[in-house]
């Protein structure tokens, strides 16, 4: 919680669709050009980054370096029980991470646990993703 009269952080972040779909960060890099690259597929990638990021940033306040970095994510887009919508109803990451030094095993759970809790895309999700990690 933020202290009363303390402003938080604010990260702010902009996208450019352009004319057939294209679509690029504001500095013009190209973000999944191509009719492949889904809104969907593009949820999923943000996920993985994000889920990584915040890996990274709490292994570096651990003093522990992150080596390696390889996964996927999977979802499930169907009608909710709950209003009959379609909507994001499962979504499963898969991580490989390598983490130098090895942390023990209470150590590397905590660490894994607020990679999870503060990646931002994860937290803005109704549904809550599944995490299954390997790390060593």
Avoid: N
């Avoid at 902009?14 to 597929?41: F, S, Y």
């Avoid at 990638?45 to 651990?62: D, G, K, Y």
Wanted: glycine share 8%; proline share 4%; charged share 30%.
């Amino acid at each position: 919680m933020t202290p009363v009269g303390t402003k938080a952080k604010e990260f702010r972040h902009a996208v450019d669709l352009t004319e057939g779909g294209a679509v690029r960060t504001e500095d013009g890099t190209p973000l999944g050009d191509g009719p492949a690259w889904t809104a969907e597929h593009l949820l999923l990638a943000a996920l993985l980054r994000c889920s990584v990021a915040s890996l990274r940033h709490h292994a570096r306040r651990a003093q522990i370096e992150v080596t390696r970095t390889t996964g996927s994510a999977a979802s499930l887009f169907t009608r909710r029980e709950s209003d009959g919508r379609f909507a994001l109803t499962e979504v499963e990451l898969v991580l490989d991470v390598g983490l130098e030094p090895e942390p023990g095993e209470d150590e590397r759970s905590e660490l894994l646990e607020k990679a999870e809790r503060d990646c931002f895309i994860g937290a803005s999700l109704t549904v809550k993703p599944t995490y299954r990690w390997s790390a060593g």
